[in-house]
């Protein structure tokens, strides 16, 4: 078992290409590759379904891929790209708020319940 996580991957700088789409910036020698060397993103998928999935977020990134598009992808990988180019900031720091913000969330959404459960009024609740 792999034990990466997608903090242990580098991440590819996204902007908007022009259309309003927000796309990983692709990396020439990766393109060249995979346009030249003969084989398609479905022979690649076929030989390597075993790769990690940080590999292929990794890997479709490299090739361009639209933020939202990757397969793989998660809703943190989506929260932090944003975070990285609406704060700036590196990878590690974008991926923490993203992580801050979705348990932020989840707390918010727990209030209530937790505050019924163990009868507690919410407004005590951190």
């Known amino acids: 078992m792999d034990k990466r996580d997608s903090l242990s991957q580098p991440v590819q700088p996204a902007a908007d290409d022009g259309n ?9 020698i990766v393109r060249y590759l995979l346009d030249a060397g003969g084989l398609d993103l479905n022979d690649i998928a076929i030989a ?3 790769a990690p999935k940080e590999d292929w977020q990794q890997f479709h990134q490299l090739i361009g891929y639209s933020v939202s598009g990757i397969p793989s992808a998660d809703d943190i990988l989506h929260q932090a790209v944003e975070e990285m ?3 700036g900031g590196d990878w590690r720091d974008a991926k923490i708020a993203a992580l ?12 209530d319940a937790v505050s019924e459960v163990f009868e507690i009024h919410p407004d005590v609740l951190p």
């Open 100 to 111: 801050q913000k979705r348990l932020d969330a989840i707390k918010l959404h727990m209030r």
């Open 48 to 50: 390597k379904s075993d």
């Open 20 to 28: 309003g789409v927000l796309r990983f910036k692709e990396n020439s």
């Open 85 to 87: 180019i609406n704060n």
